[in-house]
C-alpha cells in the first residue's frame, strides 16, 4: 500500500481507487501538481512535485529525512506532499500482467462470494466479475501460461 506524506508531518495509507494501479490524476492530486518520480527503493517511487521549489511548497522534512536514508547524497530537500508507491501501484513494474478492473457490488461469478467489493474485469476476450483471490487466480492461471509459452519458444529456438 503506498504511503501519502503530507507537509505537516502528517502521513496516510492510501490505495488506487480501482484496487490495482494509480491513474496520474490520483497521483497528482496527491502531491498537488505537477509530479516528478524519485527513485526511492528497489520498486517504490517517490512522487515529488517537481515545482515545489519555485511554488515555495512547505519543506517536507519527513520526506527530506526519507529519501536521504534510502539515498544517501541525494542533494536535494523535499517541498510539498509526496506519495511513495511500489512500481505495481504505479505501473511502471514491466513483468507484470495488467488487467482492466472495475470494483462493483455483484457477486464473484466463480466462488459466489458476496464480501464486496468484487472486480469487473476483462482480459484477453474473456471478461467477468470475480472477487479478489479468483481474479488473482486466474492473473496466476494467465501468467502460468504465458512463461510456459515463453519457456517452450526459448527451448525451441535453442534446438
Not at 57 to 72: D, G, S, V, W
Request: charged share 25%.
Amino acid at each position: 500500500m503506498a504511503q501519502w506524506i503530507k507537509t505537516d508531518g502528517t502521513e496516510q495509507e492510501v490505495k488506487p481507487k480501482n484496487g490495482v494501479e494509480f491513474t496520474l490524476d490520483e497521483i497528482k492530486k496527491c502531491i498537488g501538481g505537477y509530479l516528478e518520480a524519485v527513485p526511492y527503493k528497489p520498486k517504490l517511487v517517490m512522487y515529488v512535485n517537481e515545482e515545489g521549489i519555485r511554488l515555495e511548497l512547505p519543506y517536507n522534512a519527513r520526506a527530506t529525512q526519507l529519501i536521504k536514508e534510502a539515498r544517501p547524497g541525494y542533494p536535494f530537500p523535499i517541498y510539498g506532499n509526496v506519495l511513495i508507491a511500489s512500481t505495481v501501484e504505479t505501473g511502471d513494474e514491466p513483468d507484470v500482467l495488467r488487467i482492466p478492473v472495475e470494483p462493483v457490488i455483484l457477486p464473484c461469478e466463480e466462488c459466489h462470494s458476496e464480501n464486496y467489493p468484487n472486480y469487473r474485469y476483462e482480459l484477453a476476450g474473456m471478461s467477468g466479475v470475480l472477487c479478489k483471490k479468483c481474479l488473482d487466480l486466474e492473473v496466476a492461471n494467465v501468467n502460468m501460461v504465458l512463461n510456459s509459452t515463453e519457456d517452450y519458444l526459448e527451448l525451441k529456438n535453442d534446438q
